[in-house]
């Protein structure tokens, strides 16, 4: 494998079946809840820290949050699929990574890279259509200017497209692979 290229591989999850929790209360937790809020409004989301920003507490207020006005400790994944550390305490950030590992949890800590099982990249929505952007963790300012540009050339009645071709794919007959090649057909000028 190359090291030229991005080998990560692109999931989409469903936050609202899964339990997040996020380690700080700043200016880095606040990012990444309104990130991740951002996406997925229905996310089942905790926040531990000691001390919570202003604007932090905004964001959470409007969503289903739970914040925790504590210090970071082990007990507290507990349950917990997806864990990000944001405090402004490498220590601390480094327990929460440990603890996740040796527990089997994914975990992000931010501006980190080394010790991420996953990153947190641009993403674009467009009803029905998201469209995930990844540059290895290298350059965030290069997937924000991709974000942009995708969110700009998606029009904004994708949804109508996409309804009408589910519509369309439930009558089509035939095996799987005949179904692939009329809808592959009936696409291909989306692309050209």
């Known amino acids: 494998m190359s090291e ?49 920003k202003k604007g932090t507490l905004e964001v959470a207020a409007k969503a289903k949050v739970t914040l925790v006005e504590e210090r970071y400790s082990a007990t507290y994944l507990q349950g917990k699929h997806i864990v990000i550390a944001t405090t402004d305490q490498p220590e601390t950030n480094m327990e929460v990574y440990k603890d996740c590992r040796e527990r089997n949890i994914l975990v992000n800590v931010a501006d980190n890279p080394p010790y991420c099982d996953f990153y947190m990249g ?16 290298k350059s965030p300012t290069t997937a924000k200017r991709l974000r942009q540009f995708f969110e700009e050339v998606i029009p904004e009645d994708i949804n109508h497209l996409v309804e009408n071709l589910n519509n369309y794919r439930k009558t089509i007959k035939g095996n799987f692979e005949k179904k692939v090649q009329t809808l592959n057909k009936l696409t291909e000028s989306l692309v050209k």
């Not at 641009?122 to 290895?136: L, P």
Request: charged share 20%; glycine share 10%; proline share 5%.
């Open 122 to 137: 641009g993403i674009v929505t467009k009803g029905h259509v998201k469209v995930a952007i990844s540059t290895n963790g």
């Open 4 to 52: 030229d290229r991005n080998n990560l591989y692109p999931i989409f999850l469903k936050t609202k079946e899964l339990e997040v929790l996020i380690v700080g209360g700043g200016y880095v937790a606040e990012e990444k809840l309104t990130f991740l809020l951002k996406s997925s409004p229905d996310a089942k989301v905790t926040m531990v820290s000691p001390l919570f």
